[in-house]
């Protein structure tokens, strides 16, 4: 059974930076493409960043130049370099996986103080 499981969320001042980290398990494949979403209070869930397995990335506009996404095929694992944080990126941040189907995380708490 394919698990993906989040890690890294925090409480951070406005500015500072986080990591977050998604680790594969049950899967023996690689997946076309991983990423990670994000889901704020009384908002619908949205694509923050997300990488192919050959590397191409795409982000949300609101995050372009302050966040990285990068995975590690061999791990099964992507990861979200999270920099100059803002309050509006407080949200649970999901990871998602891709190949035929979708996988979810169960999300990681993430929450930016002013």
């Known amino acids: 059974q394919v698990r993906l499981v989040e890690s890294g969320g925090g409480l951070v ?5 986080l990591r977050l980290s998604c680790a594969v398990s049950g899967a023996s494949f690689t ?16 694509l923050v960043a997300r990488v192919t397995s ?17 995975r590690d095929n061999a791990q099964n694992t992507v990861y979200l370099q999270m920099n100059s944080l803002k309050p509006e990126d407080t949200a649970v941040y999901y ?3 891709a190949r035929i189907k979708y996988y979810w995380g169960q999300g990681t708490q993430v929450t930016v103080s002013s």
Do not use: H, L
């Open 13 to 17: 001042q406005a500015g500072g930076s």
């Open 31 to 46: 997946f076309n493409v991983m990423g990670w979403y994000r889901q704020a209070p009384g908002k619908q869930r949205e």
């Open 54 to 70: 050959g590397g191409s990335t795409n982000y949300a506009d609101s995050v372009k130049d302050r966040f990285t996404i990068s």
């Open 95 to 97: 990871c998602n996986a």
